[in-house]
């Protein structure tokens, strides 16, 4: 579907990022905004960023 184009260390920064935001909505503000860490868990467990493909970027291979 689509080609990696995240690299390890980034990989990993989204999938922390995105765990530290969806805790968010569990423990502290309890804001709905922490539904936002979705967005790079998912594109950190899948190592695809569609903005990247869009802009033509990648921090992979």
Not at 17 to 38: D, E, K, M, R, S
């Amino acid at each position: 579907m689509f080609r990696q184009n995240v690299g390890s260390i980034d990989r990993i920064l989204r999938i922390v990022v995105g765990i530290v935001l969806i805790a968010l909505v569990f423990v502290g503000p309890h804001t709905p905004w922490g539904w936002l860490g979705l967005i790079p868990l998912i594109t950190g467990l899948a190592s695809t960023c569609p903005l990247y493909s869009v802009l033509g970027l990648g921090t992979g291979r």
